[in-house]
């Protein structure tokens, strides 16, 4: 039995998923139930590495599976809504005052407290990071993703049909979007995703210019062909 057969409670883990999968907005493409079972998984391993009471397990796994369940209401302050979901929850499954008090605690230490002027660095996944802002972008870089090139790992892709939406959502009218890799895998991946939907529309030019990456490079070097791909609103 593993850490978290031992300090979850089945039928609080059995909610908390089932809500996540079926009530969630499946435009979060980051935020959502596999985000929250990689987190707990995370968790888990760094865990492990300490001695951790059975009550540090049981309000830490807690605080994995309900930090983001305030986006079943809204990303706006989410970890304020997860903490007061939490609190409204967690006494039907047998957790004191004092053990929500830590849980809430853990919670909202996850907020980020980022106040961007004219320059913002973001170490982490885009997906999260377009999820939370609240302003509109003109254009965005993907410059050479991570191709996951085996089948089982399809769904890590950066772009997808969820993806597309989530930056419909975040770009400006006449913003533009720039892809970049030199894996055919991903470049037959990136064209089939986009030949399956009808919100953005490929065209020609990019009046923004780059300066030539490593990853560029160490493609060009290996004979790759490096695929760009703009896009716009249609």
């Known amino acids: 039995m593993n850490e978290i057969e031992k300090h979850i409670n089945p039928e609080l883990k059995e ?13 979060y493409s980051y935020h959502n139930l596999d985000h929250t079972k990689r987190v707990i998984s995370a968790a888990v391993d760094i865990g492990s590495n300490y001695d951790l009471s059975e009550k540090d397990w049981r309000c830490l796994l807690a605080a994995c599976l309900l930090h983001d369940y ?3 209401e809204s990303h706006v302050e989410h970890e304020k809504i997860s903490a007061k979901l939490s609190s409204q929850i967690l006494p039907k499954y047998g957790f004191s005052e004092t053990d929500i008090q830590i849980i809430n605690s853990l919670i909202i230490v996850t907020k980020l407290e980022e106040k961007p002027k004219n320059l913002f660095l973001y170490n982490g996944d885009a997906r999260e990071f377009l999820e939370i802002i609240g302003y509109k972008v003109s254009f965005v870089r993907i410059h050479f993703p991570d191709p ?4 089982k790992h399809i769904k890590r892709r950066l772009i997808s049909k969820n993806f597309l939406h989530l930056l419909d959502q975040k770009i400006s009218k006449k913003g533009k979007i720039e892809i970049i890799t030199d894996s055919k895998i991903y470049q037959d991946h990136i064209e089939e995703v986009l030949g399956e ?32 791909y703009v896009l716009t609103k249609i």
């Open 197 to 228: 939907q009808k919100i953005f529309k490929q065209i020609d030019s990019f009046e923004i210019s780059y300066e030539v990456s490593t990853f560029h490079r160490k493609g060009l070097k290996k004979g790759h062909e490096v695929k760009r």
């Open 70 to 72: 305030g986006f079943i």
């Open 15 to 27: 909610k908390i998923f089932d809500d996540l999968s079926n009530i969630l907005d499946e435009n």
């Open 148 to 151: 996951w090139p085996k089948k």
